[in-house]
């Protein structure tokens, strides 16, 4: 029985279908084998071996993880290479990108007569308007330049306590140059004498946070000395200064030395100044000592470019001459030699005219003596009354004739020098004169020797005998840093402090130590101190640090406890890292087993050549050091 054609068909049709479905299949999945095969191995020879290759269809998809996003398109590049772009699907991820690490924070402050001027990078997250507003107050009436730049970063550890620190110094400081960054703070400020220079130092160290590392360079400015004087003098005493200026340390040295070789026996150091008359001072210097040197007795006294040399009393003549005759050949041409050999006395005047008055510790002030006439009383008397005060000046002068015609101006000199003087005496003849007391200022002898060389003219001679006494403390001062830290290093000298062993609770032996460096920084008050915990090199180097550290909290909380100010304080452990004697016997290891405290001290700020200093060592630079060079190849 034949069957219908369309059955014949349909079975035909399905067989066809069937055969294309199979055949289709294959080929899908041979391209789809063939073009991961083709992909992955562009990718592994180009060094994308992170990739993962999977084919889906005619779809090429690319996964994994790329370590940035330069790579990552590499690698899609690759790929391209081997199929067609529009096959390849990227499903691949970039790395996470690592945080930024911070930029370096920093605030310049500029302070000076114009106002106050702030500069640097901060940190975003910092108040800045709260700044700005802080730096108003400091300086009232004074305009504030805001230059700061900011970075989206946090506060760093270290910023806050360096900004507020800064801060308060600049009210003391009306001239300064402050750099904060985090941590530490660096102060460049003139004061105007070396007295305000060491008390400024000392507050702006007390007031540091003992995290903070500070760094302090402030300057004080060279005087001008009018007139710039020297005076040297070897008599029964020895050889010795009454003034001494000079206009830098290389004149000074020289001055010193000179001195020295010619029999002075202290240690003297010239104010260094400015206002020399000339660069051959030192020169000037040197010569005029040396000739008192050869005369063996005498004085010479450089008021600017005026020299005076004055003979002892019976001096030989001829030597006189002699060294007078060199010096005047030796000096440079712009100074001017006056030398004074005294006569010989023949007979002592018989009550010599003579002007004195004396300063008591108290202030009172008694004139005595002659003066030439009523003008003259009363011009003396109305002097001393404004130079000592109205009601401190007794007067009991009396009326000479034939007085020197010079004697006014002796006796104003001379009370003039006497106002600088705490108590003293001033006596004037007609030949000399001769005051002596005791100041609390170091260079009151220096200018009391400029005023007369000045006043009283060339070839006059005056005698000084002038003792510095250190002014009496004020009864509210607190100690020098220095003597509270030997202090308590003497105290641990005679007893030490100790520990119950491998622990940080003190001996009860220890307490009376303890209570003897707590009375003694109650007194010192605000100083920033370290108190540094060490041990012995036994056991594990971290387990001993730990225990240093505990013990050095320890005598903190010790001194707290006694109600002593620690805010400047801070306690560090230093452990085995830093022994003063040998580890491998017990007296060593007792002996490295301690507490020490030290004072924080400012770091040294190294100096930096200001662009004037760049532009003058660029001009003293030799001209001609190419000169000598051979000539190249282009120039022959």
């Not at 507003?133 to 004074?142: D, I, S």
Request: charged content about 25%; glycine content about 6%; some cysteine.
């Amino acid at each position: 029985m034949r069957l219908p054609y369309f059955i014949v068909a349909i079975v035909i049709f399905a067989l066809s279908a069937a055969l294309s479905y199979v055949g289709a299949g294959y080929a899908v999945t041979k391209i789809e084998e063939e073009s991961e095969f083709v992909v992955r191995r562009a990718l592994n020879l180009d060094g994308h071996d992170w990739a993962e290759v999977q084919s889906d269809g005619l779809r090429v998809v690319l996964t994994g993880t790329a370590p940035d996003e330069a790579t990552r398109f590499a690698a899609l590049t690759s790929a391209g290479r081997e199929v067609d772009t529009s096959r390849v699907i990227d499903e691949m991820e970039v790395e996470p990108t690592a945080d930024l690490t911070p930029p370096r924070f920093s605030a310049e402050i500029l302070r000076n007569d114009s106002g106050i001027s702030i500069i640097g990078l901060v940190p975003g997250a910092m108040a800045r308007g709260d700044l700005v507003e802080r730096l108003n107050a400091v300086a009232p009436g004074t305009s504030v330049s805001d230059l700061m730049e900011s970075a989206d970063y946090p506060v760093p550890k270290g910023w806050d306590e360096a900004i507020d620190y800064a801060v308060s110094s600049l009210i003391r400081l009306p001239r300064a140059k402050i750099s904060a960054s985090p941590g530490l703070v660096r102060i460049t400020a003139i004061a105007e004498s070396q007295r305000e220079k060491d008390r400024l130092e000392q507050e702006l160290t007390r007031a540091a946070p003992p995290s903070l590392r500070l760094g302090l360079s402030i300057s004080a400015p060279r005087p001008v000395i009018t007139p710039f004087t020297l005076r040297f003098l070897i008599d029964d005493n020895g050889a010795r200064f009454d003034a001494c200026s000079a206009q830098d340390e290389v004149a000074r040295d020289a001055i010193v030395q000179a001195a020295q070789t010619a029999g002075m026996d202290e240690t003297y150091s010239c104010t260094i100044g400015l206002g020399v008359p000339s660069p051959n001072w030192a020169l000037a210097s040197v010569q005029s000592i040396n000739a008192v040197k050869e005369l063996g007795r005498g004085s010479v006294t450089l008021s600017d470019a005026d020299i005076t040399l004055i003979a002892a009393k019976g001096t030989n003549p001829a030597q006189f001459d002699r060294v007078v005759g060199e010096l005047e050949n030796a000096l440079p041409s712009v100074f001017a030699l006056h030398a004074v050999l005294p006569e010989p006395e023949v007979e002592e005047q018989v009550g010599p005219p003579e002007f004195s008055a004396t300063r008591s510790p108290e202030g009172l002030v008694q004139l005595r003596g002659r003066v030439g006439d009523e003008t003259l009383r009363d011009m003396t008397d109305s002097f001393a009354r404004a130079a000592f005060g109205f009601e401190q000046v007794h007067t009991a002068t009396r009326i000479a004739p034939d007085l020197p015609p010079d004697w006014p101006i002796r006796v104003l000199a001379g009370l003039e020098a006497l106002a600088q003087l705490n108590n003293g005496a001033l006596t004037v003849t007609p030949d000399t004169l001769d005051l002596s007391g005791i100041t609390h200022d170091q260079g009151a002898r220096a200018r009391i020797a400029g005023l007369l060389s000045e006043k009283l003219g060339d070839a006059q001679d005056f005698t000084l005998s002038i003792t510095y006494v250190e002014p009496p403390k004020p009864e509210d001062a607190l100690p020098d840093p220095e003597l509270c830290e030997a202090q308590i290093a003497e105290v641990q000298t005679g007893a030490k402090i100790a520990f119950e062993p491998g622990s940080a609770t003190i001996s009860e032996t220890s307490r009376d130590t303890v209570n003897q460096i707590a009375d003694i920084l109650r007194e010192c008050g605000p100083i920033r101190l370290e108190i540094q915990g060490h041990t012995d090199s036994q056991g594990r180097e971290e387990m001993n640090q730990q225990l240093s550290q505990a013990r050095a909290q320890s005598i903190l909380n010790e001194l707290r406890g006694r109600r002593i100010p620690t805010s400047s304080y801070s306690a560090v452990g230093y452990g085995e890292t830093q022994p003063i004697a040998d580890n491998d016997t017990e007296e060593g290891r007792e002996e490295n087993r301690r507490i020490e405290f030290r004072l924080i001290r400012p770091e040294p700020i190294e100096p930096t050549k200001t662009a004037l200093e760049a532009m003058e060592a660029d001009t003293d630079a030799p001209e001609d050091a190419d000169e000598g060079a051979e000539p190249d190849a282009g120039d022959q």
